[in-house]
């Protein structure tokens, strides 16, 4: 039977936005390997270079301070102005953090690099995610949610994988770990060049505020906060302070077994993510809460038993947590959220999620340095366990409703 010319159409349709959609969480993947690329080198700079485990996490932090400062305007320009405007320079400052990594020598300059990361990361969560959102069209929303989701969490793992496999291998790995950066960002920049231009909005002038989301959608944004913000501060820990637990707790110095584990986590964000994937949102929600408490647990036996295994599995409970949550609280915004609204509302979703993530391990760095990492870091998993039951119970009420 001949295929019909509207049937022809419809599959030409179909195939150029699943291939925009690729194209997009293509651009999320590169700029989130970059976010996470330094984590196996930590313990290298922080030899080299003398700081604390609070400067550490200090150092990490800006990376936060920078992306949250750019989610508070970068949905808003974003949804104004259109995607590719805003992507552009996020992308530039991401290959500048690159170069400011390869060639630091200062604590000056890693501050720097993780802080231009962090607003490159600020704008890719809104802009660029927003992005993926928009390729699929009316049709997709939710698998392009769950495309969106899972580049993030398939960046922020093959950065440390690649940086950890590269420094146990080289005598000086720090060079082309980021020239190999560098050059994924280039082909990223090259897919937001591509990316088709749009009118400003005529509809009101631009007056910048606090990113927006609608009344009705704002239970949407808050279920889910609460249950990605403790999943996201417990990857947080794992990559700020996770090297140095294997160093100076464990005794395992290895910048591939840094790396790999580091990996391992976000890809474990990304399997569960399509393991349930057809799950009602309530139930990932129930099922991202139990997971960061299991983390936790796991965290304290690594540390009072002196278990690498046991860490091992921590940062693997803490990518599953991550990504249920993440996954939840976008299918929510997809689902419901508007057009007009989506990219505020992922900026939302992420300031929420990473104001803990960037204060609990600064805190818990420091309190380190005061009463030591056994003890310190048994405290940050208490803490984040009975926050992870609170807002995970609240969450599960409310997407249920």
């Known amino acids: 039977m001949p295929i019909s010319p509207r049937s022809s159409g419809a599959q030409a349709t179909q195939a150029?936005?699943?291939?925009?959609?690729?194209?997009?969480?293509?651009?999320?993947?590169?700029?989130?390997?970059?976010?996470?690329s330094a984590t196996p080198l930590y313990v290298h700079w922080q030899e080299q270079m003398g700081f604390s485990s609070g400067m550490l996490t200090v150092i990490f932090a800006l990376y936060i301070a920078g992306l949250l400062g750019t989610l508070l305007v970068a949905g808003q320009l974003s949804d104004h102005y259109g995607r590719r405007p805003l992507l552009l320079p996020g992308l530039l400052a991401a290959l500048v953090a690159c170069g400011l990594f390869a060639g630091a020598s200062s604590i000056g300059m890693l501050a720097a690099g993780r802080l231009l990361a962090g607003v490159a990361v600020g704008v890719i969560v809104?802009?660029?995610?927003?992005?993926?959102?928009?390729?699929?069209?009316?049709?997709?929303?939710?698998?392009?949610?769950?495309?969106?989701?899972i580049a993030m969490v398939l960046g922020a793992g093959l950065g440390p994988l690649l940086a950890g496999g590269l420094a146990q291998a080289l005598a000086r790995p720090v060079l082309p770990i980021f020239a190999v950066e560098a050059l994924v960002l280039l082909s990223a920049l090259g897919v937001a060049l591509r990316l088709p231009a749009r009118r400003p909005s005529a509809a009101r002038p631009l007056r910048l505020r606090l990113p927006q989301v609608p009344a009705a959608n704002r239970r949407?944004?808050?279920?889910?906060?609460?249950?990605?913000?403790?999943?996201?501060?417990?990857?947080?820990?794992?990559?700020?302070?996770?090297?140095?637990?294997?160093?100076r707790l464990l005794e395992v110095r290895s910048p591939l077994l840094a790396g790999g584990m580091a990996c391992a986590m976000f890809?474990?964000?990304?399997?569960?993510?399509?393991?349930?994937?057809?799950?009602?949102?309530?139930?990932?929600?129930?099922?991202?809460?139990?997971?960061?408490?299991?983390?936790?647990?796991?965290?304290?036996?690594?540390?009072?038993?002196?278990?690498?295994?046991?860490?091992?599995?921590?940062?693997?409970?803490?990518?599953?947590?991550?990504?249920?949550?993440?996954?939840?609280?976008?299918?929510?915004?997809?689902l419901h959220v508007p057009d007009s609204h989506r990219a505020q509302a992922n900026a939302v979703l992420n300031i929420g999620g990473y104001i803990p993530a960037g204060l609990l391990?600064?805190?818990?760095?420091?309190?380190?340095?005061?009463?030591?990492?056994?003890?310190?870091?048994?405290?940050?998993?208490?803490?984040?366990?009975?926050?992870?039951?609170?807002?995970?119970?609240?969450?599960?009420?409310?997407?249920?409703?």
């Open 267 to 334: 890809f474990a964000a990304v399997g569960v993510q399509f393991a349930v994937r057809q799950w009602p949102v309530a139930r990932i929600f129930a099922a991202s809460t139990a997971a960061t408490v299991l983390a936790m647990a796991s965290l304290a036996l690594a540390l009072h038993a002196s278990l690498v295994p046991a860490l091992i599995a921590s940062a693997l409970l803490a990518g599953v947590g991550q990504g249920l949550g993440q996954l939840g609280g976008l299918s929510l915004i997809g």
């Open 361 to 401: 391990p600064v805190a818990t760095g420091y309190l380190v340095d005061a009463v030591g990492l056994a003890t310190g870091a048994t405290l940050f998993a208490l803490v984040l366990a009975i926050a992870a039951v609170a807002g995970g119970s609240w969450a599960v009420r409310r997407a249920g409703a």
């Open 16 to 36: 150029a936005s699943t291939a925009g959609m690729w194209a997009a969480a293509w651009m999320v993947t590169a700029v989130f390997m970059l976010s996470n």
């Open 220 to 247: 949407h944004v808050l279920c889910g906060i609460a249950t990605f913000g403790p999943g996201i501060t417990a990857t947080s820990f794992v990559l700020a302070l996770g090297p140095s637990l294997l160093a």
């Open 126 to 149: 809104s802009a660029g995610m927003a992005a993926v959102v928009d390729a699929g069209g009316v049709q997709h929303k939710r698998r392009a949610a769950l495309l969106a989701s």
